[in-house]
């Protein structure tokens, strides 16, 4: 093989590394190395021919005018020399060459050469997943054979190129599947208090979810403290293409500087003020992404004024700046049922999602319960179920609280319930109806206590705080004898006063 010969395949070599290009398709990536070999003497057309998984071969490059006949009709071999060199010849069959590349023909009688390309499964299964067409490559003065081999070289590196491409992509998808795996996790962490139920209210509300994820405009979400509407606005998020930046959330009620937090600083406000370091606020560090503000009917009206402004013209400087910043931040405002700021409101214009209370979906109370005990489990907890009666109850109660407090009485029971089932009497009174509360207790309810407490406490010391034992005596489950001690706060100091 020649100098030119060997620069070429330097460069055919090199070429190699675009492969593991995730962002360039393997047609692009063999064109290119098509185009690494125009500097060959005899190459004027050349073709690579590949066939994926069950379908027909298919030439994904060319180089000049092959005759697509020929090229597509060898490369339906596959007899036993399908993984060896040969020569195409106008009108009779081809000769397979050696394994050093020798073969009993002329230059005259080749009419193309061509060797098979061996790359994926191909590899081990014996046949070429294609074949590499030329209709020559060193030149007249060189042997065929040589031309032969550089040809087999050549379609070899073609095979590991695909093998690369293909790597690349699959990680690509692998990638691609993980971010949703991840993506659907985060939101499934969030969206139960969403997904979990079949009444009008609900329906209605994952109808202005899908259309609030497509969209661009600030939303309002509208509704009872407690009823989920931070979640609402972080699964809104998850949903959108913004999904890939930053969701952050600003606290209007509790925020020292709404103000500086959310616009940030371009430098100290002067010797008269304790100095603030400059940077940039949550509005900038959220670029890309959505920034929810809770409470947000809470924003003086200085903030009001500058937050309408950012979200006509999309642009901001920082408090003690004059120069203006292009940021693509997305703003959700959660606000109590009395609505918007009037100043934002009449600026704003923003979607409006009223977010129903519990007392608006109380077909939906079963679901959520169900949902947030199945939680208690898979976070280890307690596998807690519901009689009957106590189901009835909770679905006769208002919720005040909405979501938050449903998520606070599972969290209790899951404590200070003595069962896995829990009856009405293990559910706090104030969320009974009157007929559903358990009647009072007489006068010496507080002695009976008393003794209760000193019998578990006797027989906990008689068998030297070993659970088991002592309930086994008082007739109690390990759970039962657990609640009382926790009920009664005892403690093994206590005993051994």
């Not at 060959?40 to 060319?62: D, G, M, N, Q």
């Not at 990638?175 to 962490?189: G, H, Y």
Request: glycine residues 10%.
């Amino acid at each position: 093989m020649d100098a030119v010969g060997f620069d070429v395949l330097r460069r055919a070599v090199a070429s190699c590394g675009l492969a593991s290009d995730t962002g360039r398709g393997l047609d692009v990536l063999l064109s290119r190395f098509l185009d690494a070999l125009t500097d060959l003497p005899e190459l004027h057309h050349a073709a690579v021919v590949l066939a994926e998984a069950e379908s027909r071969p298919a030439i994904r490059a060319r180089l000049g005018v092959p005759d697509v006949g020929m090229v597509l009709a060898a490369a339906l071999e596959r007899g036993p020399g399908a993984r060896t060199a040969r020569v195409l010849r106008a009108g009779a069959t081809p000769l397979v060459a050696d394994a050093d590349g020798n073969v009993a023909a002329t230059r005259e009688e080749a009419a193309m050469l061509a060797a098979p390309i061996l790359a994926g499964a191909w590899r081990e299964e014996g046949a070429p997943q294609g074949w590499f067409f030329v209709d020559g490559l060193l030149g007249r003065n060189a042997p065929l054979a040589d031309d032969l081999r550089l040809l087999t070289l050549l379609a070899d590196i073609l095979g590991r190129m695909a093998d690369m491409a293909a790597t690349a992509a699959g990680r690509t998808l692998d990638m691609a599947r993980e971010v949703a795996f991840l993506r659907s996790k985060v939101s499934l962490r969030h969206q139960h208090v969403f997904s979990s139920g079949t009444s009008q209210a609900l329906e209605v509300l994952r109808g202005a979810v899908t259309r609030a994820a497509v969209s661009k405009a600030p939303i309002a979400l509208r509704g009872e403290p407690g009823s989920g509407r931070g979640v609402l606005g972080r699964l809104i998020h998850e949903l959108s293409p913004r999904a890939v930046h930053p969701f952050a959330v600003f606290n209007a009620a509790s925020a020292d500087k709404p103000m500086e937090r959310l616009f940030g600083n371009a430098r100290s406000l002067g010797p008269a003020v304790k100095p603030t370091v400059a940077g940039p606020g949550l509005i900038e560090e959220a670029d890309g992404g959505t920034l929810l503000i809770r409470e947000a009917h809470r924003l003086p009206p200085d903030v009001c004024e500058r937050l309408a402004r950012f979200c006509t013209a999309g642009r901001m400087a920082r408090l003690g700046g004059s120069r203006e910043r292009r940021v693509d931040t997305r703003l959700f405002f959660a606000v109590p049922v009395g609505g918007l700021n009037p100043e934002l409101a009449a600026t704003l214009l923003p979607e409006v999602i009223a977010v129903p209370s519990l007392r608006e979906r109380r077909e939906d109370i079963p679901a959520l319960l169900d949902d947030l005990m199945a939680r208690e489990v898979a976070r280890g907890g307690r596998r807690l179920t519901l009689t009957p009666k106590a189901l009835k109850a909770l679905e006769g109660y208002d919720w005040p609280g909405n979501i938050r407090e449903m998520e606070g009485l599972v969290a209790r029971l899951a404590v200070t319930a003595p069962e896995d089932r829990i009856d009405i009497a293990d559910i706090p009174p104030e969320m009974l109806a009157e007929g559903d509360r358990p009647p009072v207790l007489p006068e010496d309810a507080a002695e009976l206590r008393d003794m209760e407490r000193q019998q578990v406490l006797n027989a906990l010391t008689r068998h030297g705080w070993v659970q088991s034992r002592a309930a086994r005596e008082l007739g109690l489950t390990l759970r039962q004898i657990g609640y009382r001690i926790r009920k009664y706060g005892l403690t093994r100091e206590e005993a051994d006063v």
